[in-house]
């Protein structure tokens, strides 16, 4: 997949899962190419810890120009204690090192919104491979954990998530609560920051965000040794925004397709997350933010783990296309948050992309 390979090659497409469905994009070479970008930028979240609006301002500035020209960025800076992140990281590893019953005993199949344990190979967006190489643990929203201090109704009154019971994996749960707060911290200084970006009052989404939808997911990759394996297929989030941390491998193994559909390798950088627009808020930009397509290929011949935070508003809030996006004479639906997460959670839950195409073809 170098890009002497890629112009070598004429009429080639890559082949991805977005929006629910499957979608390709041309790979474009030598005169067709398109101006794109072919690494992420890197912006220094310091500034949304300041008291001056103008530095804030400066900030946003900086990310609108990545949510609309890359879709993803490196965060640097972002206020998350390393240490926590460190522990987080201990603690992941060694979940994913208990034994496969434990791990079972929360199987994600389990619950009708996908939380708990993913098996490998159980994942499968490409439907050209034996299925996604890697193995998960997902949690989120749930007013019946205590941990998340949040008022039972109705609604809420389910538990959604599923914790081991095993006394070995005693530990995993606090260590998960550990990150899932300090990430709902960093995620509404990020709001507040795609609000400004958006010419919007900081506080404009703050109130369809007071219970958002909120997803941890640790993912262990083991090293692949075949081209053909991927860690997980091509996508786009179906939140409104995700922040990812990932293990410090050597080599690369989160990928960005960009405009010419050339795959852009993310490189683990310190301390820093990445960040990337999802479905919601490309959809409420009427398009003018980027969701872009990525994937893991984990071939670097380590371990890697990563911990993205998928953050979506409330569940009962309504978004349509921001005015500022709409064009004249345009018809533009509101969507309910909640119902439009889960009939994508249901599309991955059933479908596999038609026809066996792989990444490239
Ligand atoms: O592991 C990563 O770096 C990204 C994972 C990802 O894209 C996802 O879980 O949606
Ligand atoms: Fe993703």
């Given at each position: 997949m170098s890009s002497i390979e890629t112009q070598t090659e004429s009429a080639q497409y890559v082949h991805y899962h977005d929006g629910g469905g499957p979608g390709k994009r041309r790979v474009l070479t030598g005169q067709d190419a398109k101006p794109t970008f072919t690494e992420l930028p890197r912006v220094d979240m310091r500034r949304m810890f300041s008291d001056d609006f103008a530095s804030r301002k400066e900030l946003a500035v900086e990310v609108g120009a990545a949510c609309r020209d890359v879709g993803f960025f490196y965060a640097v800076?972002?206020?998350?204690?390393e240490k926590v992140l460190d522990r987080t990281f201990d603690a992941v590893k060694q979940f994913f090192e208990l034994p496969t019953e434990v791990k079972m005993?929360?199987?994600?199949?389990?619950t009708k919104k996908f939380r708990g344990y993913e098996a490998f190979l159980e994942g499968k967006l490409d439907p050209s491979t034996r299925g996604d190489l890697k193995e998960g643990f997902l949690m989120g929203e749930d007013?019946?954990?205590?941990?998340?201090?949040r008022p039972i109704t109705p609604a809420t009154a389910e538990p959604r998530n599923q914790w081991p019971t095993a006394p070995e994996a005693a530990f995993f749960r606090p260590a998960i609560y550990e990150y899932y707060n300090h990430m709902i911290n960093f995620s509404r200084r990020m709001l507040s920051i795609f609000a400004l970006a958006l010419d919007l009052p900081e506080d404009y989404f703050d109130s369809i965000s007071t219970h958002p939808m909120t997803n941890v997911r640790a993912v262990h990759y083991p090293p692949q040794d075949s081209e053909t394996d991927v860690g997980i297929g091509a996508h786009t989030d179906f939140c409104w925004f995700t922040l990812v941390f990932q293990s410090q491998t050597k080599e690369p193994a989160l990928e960005v397709l960009n405009a010419n559909g050339v795959w852009v390798p993310v490189m683990p950088q310190k301390n820093t997350f990445v960040v990337n627009v999802a479905d919601f808020l490309k959809l409420v930009t009427g398009g003018t933010w980027q969701s872009t397509v990525h994937g893991v290929r984990n071939m670097g011949g380590e371990e890697r783990y990563s911990m993205p935070f998928f953050f979506s508003p409330n569940e009962d809030g309504v978004v349509s296309v921001l005015p500022q996006f709409r064009k004249l004479g345009g018809k533009y639906e509101d969507i309910v948050v909640g119902e439009y997460f889960q009939r994508r959670l249901d599309v991955d839950r059933t479908t596999h992309l038609d026809g066996g195409e792989g990444r490239r073809s």
């Open positions: 800076n972002h206020g998350v204690d005993e929360v199987h994600n199949q389990k007013a019946t954990d205590p941990e998340q201090n």
